[in-house]
């Protein structure tokens, strides 16, 4: 599967969420799918 058309799912709010360019060097490390969600991690949705 090409990396561009990956999918995770967030960590936080359990939404699905694609790859995307800005995260190009980062996208083994990404969880969340917001700053939002980042923000939030502790807290359950």
């Known amino acids: 599967m090409?990396?561009?058309h990956s999918k995770k799912i967030c960590?936080?709010?359990g939404r699905?969420?694609?790859w995307r360019k800005k995260w190009e060097r980062c996208w083994?490390?990404?969880r969340h799918c917001s700053?939002?969600?980042r923000n939030?991690?502790?807290s359950k949705a």
Do not use: L
Request: aromatic share 6%.
């Open 28 to 30: 083994d490390n990404v």
């Open 16 to 18: 699905p969420f694609s």
């Open 35 to 37: 700053v939002r969600c």
């Open 2 to 4: 090409n990396r561009a």
């Open 11 to 13: 960590a936080t709010c």
């Open 40 to 42: 939030q991690k502790n």
